[in-house]
């Protein structure tokens, strides 16, 4: 009998997206299921999701759940993947312009602990006896971040299921705390709202429900996994994982192989592999020319494909971009977000034509271009529970620069003289997270690019030749569920 497995997350890459988490909810089902799992990803209904399903039909109606009468269940499929998708159609909470989690003024959505409430339960339902679907029970159910941490406590409170529970960790730092009259209303047991619970700091929080009633946890790198145990990185709830350092288990992500290949990426003027780089130059050029760069194929393309905020560390690059420019480098970046950051690149670029390139907003083709045009990839992240684009830079053979954090210490070895010399060095690493521990960083990788091509050479074929396929992060998360089972 294959593992059954119900895998919950608010965003799937490639319904709908707004980060890594997507990203992750794609890929990892999908290579489980390569693995023989029987799995089925649970999502709300958006507007997007509802759109793209294929072969949609209904399976069964939900009633009394937390402030709505009934939800319709209907199951499709992706049609990329194959993956079967549970989606909850209830126009009321789910269908509505806007993203996610936000109105189209970037304002949270008011309603969004009922929103994810009616998630989590939903998802404890489905692993209850009391679920509509009768041929399909699963023995695991796999929560994603805040917004299905109740999920384990009504699981464990409500519906006494059978099934186990995992929650995986991808980032601490949002965690879905709300006013205490949401317990009551959300249909949570009183009791539970208490230090041994769901209570964090007189409020409820979901994700601190989901780390003290899950049974097992999980973050995306193996670094991170200790890193939340500590005050810098748990964001007030590191005594909790500190009592379950047994039981967290980090398993670094993986990189969807057939979307992010420098060898067939359709986004790209001419593909390139490990063993012929000569395209890497036509891309570059292509890229200097679409963007309005100088087309120079002897400058250092430094390139940044980011969300602007705080934790990815962009604004240390701030101060010394000027500089690096005027030593004759390029900069190309595509992101957005806090409008301070972006103002401040936007002017860098105006004062720089044909050497500097910013891109507001999120591109897919020119994401693939920018990671496989630009010469080194520019991540100086103040945390990183795993990060995504580091790995793509591995791929491209565009050597990351990056902070000693996550899962960026866990995949990117410092080009030092040691891991030259024994062949592990594949990118760059801070000494520490500043603006002058950046540029030395970045200096020493210029310096590296313009005064030694043989070992240059060497670290992009290292990168390029690491297995960052989802095949093997796939076969730990399934030790992970026979271990329960």
């Not at 299921?33 to 209904?45: A, E, F, H, S, T």
């Not at 793509?392 to 902070?403: D, F, K």
């Not at 410092?414 to 997270?433: C, P, Q, R």
Request: proline share 5%; net charge negative; charged share 15%.
């Amino acid at each position: 009998m294959p593992m059954k497995v119900l895998f919950v997350s608010s965003e799937v890459f490639p319904l709908i997206k707004t980060g890594g988490l997507a990203d992750v909810s794609g890929s990892l089902p999908n290579a489980l299921q390569r693995l023989g799992v029987d799995i089925r990803i649970l999502i709300p209904g958006y507007p997007a999701v509802l759109n793209q399903l294929a072969d949609l039909k209904s399976i069964g109606t939900l009633h009394h759940l937390p402030h709505i009468d009934h939800a319709e269940l209907l199951l499709g499929i992706i049609k990329e993947t194959k993956v079967k998708v549970i989606v909850i159609k209830s126009a009321a909470l789910y269908e509505r312009n806007g993203g996610p989690y936000a109105d189209p003024n970037g304002l949270e959505w008011q309603d969004n602990p009922v929103r994810f409430g009616v998630l989590s339960k939903v998802a404890s339902i489905l692993a209850s006896e009391h679920s509509p679907i009768t041929d399909w029970h699963p023995d695991i159910v796999h929560c994603n971040d805040w917004q299905t941490g109740l999920a384990p406590a009504y699981m464990k409170l409500t519906e006494h299921s059978r099934a186990k529970s995992i929650i995986s960790l991808h980032n601490m730092a949002f965690q879905g705390s709300y006013a205490p009259h949401w317990v009551v209303s959300l249909g949570l047991p009183s009791a539970g709202f208490s230090i041994e619970g769901f209570e964090y700091h007189g409020q409820l929080s979901f994700l601190k429900a989901g780390i003290f009633y899950a049974d097992a946890i999980t973050t995306v790198s193996p670094r991170y996994a200790v890193e939340i145990q500590t005050a810098a990185f748990g964001f007030g709830l590191e005594g909790l994982l500190s009592q379950r350092s047994d039981e967290i288990k980090g398993i670094l992500n993986g990189i969807e192989t057939e979307e992010w290949n420098p060898e067939h990426d359709k986004y790209l003027i001419k593909n390139y592999s490990s063993q012929n780089l000569a395209g890497k130059q036509e891309v570059k050029a292509a890229l200097q020319q679409s963007l309005g760069l100088n087309v120079d194929a002897a400058a250092p393309l430094l390139g940044v494909v980011s969300r602007l905020t705080h934790q990815k560390g962009l604004d240390m690059l701030v101060p010394h971009l000027q500089t690096l420019i005027d030593q004759g480098c390029q900069f190309a970046l595509l992101g957005g977000g806090e409008m301070g950051l972006e103002a401040l690149f936007q002017n860098i670029a105006i004062q720089n034509p044909g050497r500097v390139s910013v891109t507001i907003g999120y591109n897919e083709p020119l994401s693939h271009q920018i990671m496989a045009g630009c010469d080194m990839f520019i991540m100086p992240s103040r945390f990183e529970p795993c990060g995504l684009n580091q790995l793509y830079g591995l791929a491209y053979g565009t050597p990351p620069i990056v902070n000693a954090t996550g899962g960026l210490a866990d995949s990117v070895i410092d080009s030092n003289n040691a891991h030259i010399a024994n062949k592990t060095a594949n990118g760059f690493v801070m000494v520490e997270a500043s603006a002058d521990g950046l540029m030395a960083c970045i200096r020493r990788a210029v310096e590296m690019y313009r005064n030694n091509k043989d070992t240059w050479l060497q670290i992009q074929k290292t990168g390029m030749s690491q297995n960052l396929s989802w095949d093997k992060s796939a076969q730990e998360y399934l030790a992970v569920y026979e271990g329960l089972v």
